[in-house]
């Protein structure tokens, strides 16, 4: 069966520091990866998706980058962290006009 | 473009309540729609979907009816528990090759013993 790995699970990081998000996929090969962020209390925002290794499409400018060095791999990356970007970060899996599946999310909070 | 529209939450409800949750949809073609669940701290669950017009998604005593005259996926269920407090999040499924979900704002759910 497939599974997906998100870590850290939390992380408290100062404004300016550098950030490294990362997304781990199991039991499928060449799946759509997809990262969404989740605002307190809000909905979900896509930030980034990937039909492919080294293929990365950006839904909104910000201070965040995505690549995808492996197949099932998918990492979330900032140089440096604003307040903003703050929130409950979610990476998901799919394999085309179907259902995603989640992650367990990471808890960003930057101070 | 595609968009998805729910109603504003929080829903109250006492135990053994009936629960509707209102889902519209904007969409070009004929997108799949789904219903997730968030429980407090946790990623998103897959609920339910369907994949063309008049199909009704099922699980766990949730339905919701694809219905493509009135462009809506309501979300309804007839006696909730106390366990089904969460934020519920209606989408649709891109048309496009990136196949990017459209997710609603979410409504929250909460059920009182």
């Known amino acids: 069966s497939q599974t997906i790995h998100q870590w850290p699970a939390t992380l408290v990081q100062p404004v300016g520091s550098p950030l490294s998000l990362e997304c781990t996929v199991e039991g499928t090969s060449n799946p759509n990866l997809y990262w969404y962020r989740q605002a307190a209390g809000r909905g979900l925002q896509l930030l980034f998706y990937?039909?492919?290794?080294?293929?990365i499409s950006s839904e909104v400018p910000q201070n965040l980058s995505a690549s995808r060095p492996q197949d099932r791999q998918f990492i979330l990356s900032s140089k440096k962290l604003l307040l903003s970007d703050s929130g409950f970060y979610l990476c998901a899996w799919g394999t085309g006009l179907t259902e995603q599946f989640f992650g367990p999310g990471t808890r960003l909070t930057v101070l | 473009g595609n968009s998805v529209t729910q109603m504003e939450g929080p829903v109250t409800l006492s135990e053994e309540a009936f629960l509707t949750i209102n889902c519209t949809y904007t969409a070009t073609g004929y997108p799949s729609l789904f219903w997730y669940v968030q429980y407090p701290g946790e990623g998103l669950q897959l609920l339910l979907k369907a994949t063309k017009a008049d199909d009704k998604g099922s699980n766990k005593g949730f339905e919701a009816t694809y219905r493509k005259e009135t462009t809506s996926f309501h979300l309804e269920k007839g006696s909730v528990q106390v366990s089904d407090s969460a934020v519920y999040f209606c989408a649709l499924s891109s048309s496009d090759s990136s196949y990017k979900l459209i997710f609603g704002s979410g409504t929250r759910l909460l059920v009182r013993p």
């Open positions: 990937s039909v492919g290794i080294g293929q």
